[in-house]
């Protein structure tokens, strides 16, 4: 008797990738559909967290030239932290499925050696936007010494 294959059928990342530019406001905002803490790859080639998000509001997304790119709400997204800030961000934040996220570009700052890094918010609600949750999480934020991957 011949052997059946057993498929496995893989779900697949999909959406666009948001790149940060450097104006404070920028945000990615919406409904956890998949999150990996080591799904992506930073700048180094080492294993990061992944986040897939289906928007809730408009976001916006941006090349190495600056060139802009916008989303609409229900379109899904993805967003990779190879950013030491992104990273332990949303390591803290440690999302599910269904929860709302909210991740915003605070704005650049200046460093001792002179450089730029860019400082991230991140917010969540584990209810999903119910309400229900005993006590809202906190919100964090972080410094990157890293530019966004694109």
């Known amino acids: 008797m011949k052997h059946m294959p057993n498929w496995e059928t893989i779900e697949v990342p999909r959406g666009a990738y948001i790149g940060w530019g450097t104006k404070a406001g920028q945000h990615v905002t919406g409904k956890v559909t998949n999150y990996e803490p080591a799904g992506g790859t930073d700048f180094a080639g080492n ?6 998000v289906e928007l809730s509001e408009k976001a916006e997304s941006f090349n190495k030239e600056g060139d802009r790119f916008e989303h609409s709400a229900g379109d899904t997204v993805q967003l990779t932290a190879g950013q030491v800030s992104l990273r332990r961000a949303l390591q803290k934040a440690n999302p599910s499925v269904g929860d709302l996220v909210k991740i915003t570009l605070d704005g650049m700052v200046k ?13 969540i609600d584990r209810t ?3 309400g229900a949750a005993a006590s809202p999480a906190p919100k ?3 410094r990157s010494d890293d530019e966004p991957p694109f």
Do not use: N, R, W, Y
């Not at 890094?117 to 917010?123: A, D, R, S, Y």
């Open 111 to 123: 460093t001792a050696s002179g450089g730029t890094v860019k400082e991230f918010g991140i917010q």
């Open 140 to 142: 964090a934020k972080v």
């Open 128 to 130: 999903g936007g119910t």
């Open 47 to 52: 294993p990061c967290p992944q986040l897939e």
